[in-house]
């Protein structure tokens, strides 16, 4: 039991750099869910709901439109799509015999950060240390929604600015690392931001949704990957 | 149509928690197909990628600002920091370029 409490140390210490990141991103978010006309109650609700950045975005977006009940529904799969693929990744990180309430717990905070601290973790997956992050995330991407709903603009925009980009600071450690060791994922690595810019840029493409591109190039890329350079034995860093 | 704040509420949340509990529900077992337990493998790597760049250069003030996060969160990661380093780090990398050129 003791192990689980170390975990769960662990988690709420990788956890603080994503809550603090969180609360700004999600501060903007917020800012977005007053224009859509929430009150900070049901802005904070749908936060801690859905612990989703694009897919928070969408459905506010889509609030303030009127727009219909299906519409929601399809536009919050697309858009989230790419939890399916870091979902079954971390289902491969978990000991098989881990029970359902842990799987439902982690289940509940499947973000892109949070997926990206647990799947790089050595060897297999323990909960708690989902839970020690969730336990910071969760309330930093909550109260972020609703400070940037009550308060709008108060914090200095320098800072905002400042703040949101700690994420992507985050996301460098956890992929860089392994691909100084690896030359495959160091490819795979380029390979993704050089595809990814392209995107962005060329013509038809570069209108789809930011959540329909990133899971159009991962299942591309990862599949080419595996293919051109299955991983053999049974590495623990999955 | 008038609708109601709280069930677009409820449908985003149940929407985006199906998404994220049924692979991890029903894929109880190790997954043995080769290619397909590859293709998982370099998921993570793939998908953080393509979302850091070329977006981390919009995420800030002004593109040079994210584009020297980027330069010195690499640096940084490369050299061993640790994830709450790089995080730090980026900010105020981004916070003092911007107090200069902004």
């Known amino acids: 039991m003791s192990e689980n409490k170390s975990w769960y140390k662990k988690g709420l210490r990788d956890g603080i750099p994503i809550a603090l990141g969180y609360f700004a991103v999600a501060f903007t978010l917020g800012i977005a869910a007053s224009k859509a006309g929430l009150s900070a109650f049901e802005a904070g609700l749908a936060a801690a709901l859905t612990n989703a950045s694009a897919g928070g975005y969408a459905g506010f977006t889509l609030i303030a439109a009127s727009a219909g009940y299906i519409e929601m529904a399809l536009t919050e799969l697309i858009v989230n799509a790419r939890y399916l693929l870091m979902s079954c990744a971390l289902s491969q990180k978990l000991a098989p015999e881990t029970p359902l309430i842990h799987r439902l717990l982690i289940a509940f905070d499947v973000t892109d950060e949070i997926f990206g601290i647990s799947v790089s973790v050595t060897g297999t997956l323990n909960p708690f240390y989902n839970y020690g992050a969730m336990t910071v995330a969760i309330p930093g991407w909550t109260l972020g929604t609703v400070f940037g709903v009550i308060t709008g603009n108060i914090l200095p925009v320098s800072l905002v600015s400042a703040l949101g980009v700690g994420l992507y600071g985050m996301f460098l450690a956890i992929i860089i690392p392994p691909a100084r060791k690896n030359k495959v994922i160091a490819a795979v690595v380029t390979i993704s931001m050089a595809m990814s810019f392209a995107f962005s840029k060329l013509p038809v493409i570069s209108e789809l949704s930011s959540g329909i591109r990133v899971i159009i190039l991962t299942v591309v890329i990862s599949l080419a990957a595996a293919l051109l350079f299955p991983v053999k034995e049974d590495t623990d860093a999955a | ?102």
Do not use: D
Request: aromatic letters at 12%; glycine letters at 4%; hydrophobic letters at 60%.
């Open chain 2, 1 to 102: 149509m008038q609708h109601n704040t709280y069930i677009y509420i409820f449908i985003m949340a149940a929407v985006t928690l199906l998404i994220r509990v049924l692979p991890l529900t029903l894929i109880r077992k190790r997954i043995t197909n080769i290619t397909l337990r590859s293709f998982l493998y370099y998921v993570p790597y793939v998908t953080l990628a393509v979302m850091t760049f070329p977006a981390i250069l919009e995420a800030t003030g002004s593109i040079w600002s994210g584009l020297a996060a980027l330069v010195a969160g690499c640096l940084l990661a490369f050299f061993g920091v640790s994830l709450f380093g790089v995080a730090v780090c980026s900010c105020v990398v981004v916070f003092v370029i911007e107090l200069i050129i902004l």
